[in-house]
């Protein structure tokens, strides 16, 4: 069993920053591909980000491509989502996701059914 653990939340205001952290606990970590998904209120889930377990490899949606990066720390067990130029549209309760099932994970990574476990969200507030 794998328990992820997100930080990192807050309230910024509009062209403000915000790195959240997604710690991993229970299993291997490393193999995981790692994502970060958003709820607004009112809105269903949706895809942010992800990265391959080897951290070469990550895909953005295209509403945060050039705003936010994905990074991971495997002796740490802890992924990152560095978010920058925040917008008060990018207000949600973010959460992060681990996937152990890597066939065909880039066309996969939007089907929050694929993945595994999910940690208990952080609240992101953008003040315009």
């Known amino acids: 069993q794998v328990q992820l653990v997100e930080s990192g939340g807050g309230l910024v205001q509009a062209g403000g920053s915000l790195r959240l952290s997604c710690a991993a606990s229970?299993?291997?970590?490393?193999?995981?591909?790692m994502g970060w998904f958003r709820q607004a209120p009112g809105k269903e889930r949706e895809f942010v980000a992800i990265?391959?377990?080897?951290?070469?490899?990550?895909y953005y949606t295209d509403s945060v491509k050039g705003r936010f990066t994905l990074s991971r720390d495997n002796a740490k067990n802890t992924v990152y989502l560095q978010m920058n130029s925040l917008k008060p549209e990018d207000t949600a309760v973010y959460y992060c996701?681990?996937?152990?099932?890597?066939?065909?994970?880039?066309?996969?990574?939007?089907?929050?059914?694929?993945?595994?476990?999910w940690g208990q969200g952080t609240q992101v507030t953008v003040s315009s």
């Open positions: 996701a681990g996937a152990s099932k890597l066939s065909n994970w880039v066309s996969r990574a939007r089907d929050r059914s694929w993945y595994d476990y």
């Open positions: 229970g299993r291997t970590f490393s193999s995981f591909a």
């Open positions: 990265m391959h377990w080897s951290g070469s490899v990550t």
